[in-house]
């Protein structure tokens, strides 16, 4: 057991367990299948932040405030992002709340679930579904072509997930743990039974291939959990002070580049969590006894991970009506997201 049941027993729980169409500009790779980038030279570690001055300026109002009204007991927020696009009806932003409703003993999540809205169209959007919703401030020339169909590493993408680490890095200085989930992923279970209490920084991959080297694995930054210590907020202020010896890299990029030196320099526990668990359509599992959540990755265009994500909800929907007999049977398996491969050239 981890994280699960109801809020007033989620702290032991936790300590018991051994864890944005082709539109938003987060198209979360193809999404972040291969960054594809061409990495600058190395360089040395310097103990000032190296961010940006508006990155400096960012004060991110209301946020102290805020973050008491939406933590679980234990002090922990999960955070996801959306623009206008991902928040329309029927969109991402639709298909993730349904998730919690119809998973097993999840919907109480929902209320510590803090949408981060990138542009006035996706707050106002989130306003109207959800209770916690934060309007994430950038730059004019950033915000005019958030709502826009937007490509994976634009310069307005890079703005913003640097940003982001910023708002994070925020919420870790104020004593709070997060989570972080991409909206194009949808939650069976409680993801948190899976993720070590002892790491500072849990993190999916893409595909899972060694659990005895965690760092051998390439780390998707759809989803990640930080717990609040000195030494997480430590990488992330390691983590954006890297982006300037790797120009143009995306934050998941750069994070893959520094990994092994966040271990070795900043003593920090890192893992990777296993696609059995943290399933995705780049390694698809089958296994729905076992599997958390489901992402989108992998997958091009905003149509595409909509249609494919409500497949793969219908089949959870149809699943948890069978017996405990027909479950253990195992004949029961998911569709195969045939438009989000197609999109990348896979036969299916």
């Given at each position: 057991m981890g994280f699960g049941g109801k809020d007033s027993s989620h702290l032991v729980s936790f300590l018991i367990g051994a864890a944005l169409p082709t539109a938003f500009l987060i198209i979360l790779a193809s999404d972040r299948i291969g960054d594809g980038?061409?990495?600058?030279?190395?360089?040395?570690?310097?103990?000032?932040?190296?961010?940006?001055?508006?990155?400096?300026?960012?004060?991110?109002?209301?946020?102290?405030e805020l973050l008491p009204r939406v933590a679980m007991e234990d002090r922990t927020v999960i955070l996801t992002l959306v623009n206008e696009a991902w928040a329309q009806p029927g969109s991402l932003?639709?298909?993730?709340?349904?998730?919690?409703?119809?998973?097993?003993?999840?919907?109480?999540?929902?209320?510590h679930?803090?949408?981060?809205?990138v542009d006035a169209g996706g707050f106002s959007r989130c306003k109207a579904v959800h209770p916690h919703c934060y309007l994430l401030e950038v730059n004019k020339s950033t915000a005019a072509n958030l709502s826009s169909a937007n490509r994976f590493m634009t310069k307005e993408f890079l703005e913003l997930v640097w940003l982001k680490l910023s708002f994070q890095q925020r919420?870790?200085?104020?004593?709070?743990?997060?989570?972080?989930t991409d909206a194009d992923m949808i939650w069976l279970r409680n993801p948190f039974r899976h993720i070590s209490v002892y790491a500072d920084m849990s993190l999916s991959t893409d595909y899972f291939r060694d659990t005895f080297a965690p760092l051998s694995n390439t780390l998707n930054t759809g989803l990640y959990y930080m717990r609040s210590t000195n030494r997480s907020i430590e990488v992330l202020r390691y983590w954006r002070a890297a982006?300037?010896?790797?120009?143009?890299?995306?934050?998941?990029?750069?994070f893959n580049e520094i990994k092994h030196e966040v271990v070795t320099k900043l003593q920090a526990?890192?893992?990777?969590?296993?696609?059995?668990?943290?399933?995705?359509?780049?390694?698809?599992?089958?296994?729905?006894?076992?599997?958390?959540?489901?992402?989108?990755?992998?997958?091009?265009?905003?149509?595409?991970?909509?249609?494919?994500?409500r497949d793969a909800a219908a089949d959870w929907r149809n699943y948890t009506r069978l017996?405990?007999?027909?479950?253990?049977?195992?004949?029961?398996?998911?569709t195969p997201p045939a438009r989000c491969w197609k999109t990348i050239g896979w036969n299916v």
């Open positions: 980038l061409s990495w600058g030279s190395s360089g040395t570690w310097q103990e000032s932040d190296n961010t940006t001055t508006h990155d400096q300026e960012v004060g991110f109002a209301g946020l102290a932003l639709d298909i993730y709340r349904e998730s919690f409703k119809n998973g097993e003993d999840i919907e109480h999540f929902l209320n679930v803090l949408v981060i809205a919420i870790l200085e104020l004593g709070y743990s997060f989570l972080f982006r300037a010896r790797f120009p143009g890299g995306s934050e998941q990029g750069v526990r890192i893992e990777a969590v296993e696609t059995v668990y943290f399933s995705g359509f780049c390694e698809y599992h089958g296994e729905l006894n076992r599997v958390c959540t489901m992402h989108a990755n992998c997958c091009i265009g905003l149509a595409n991970k909509v249609l494919d994500l017996t405990p007999e027909e479950r253990k049977k195992g004949s029961f398996k998911w």
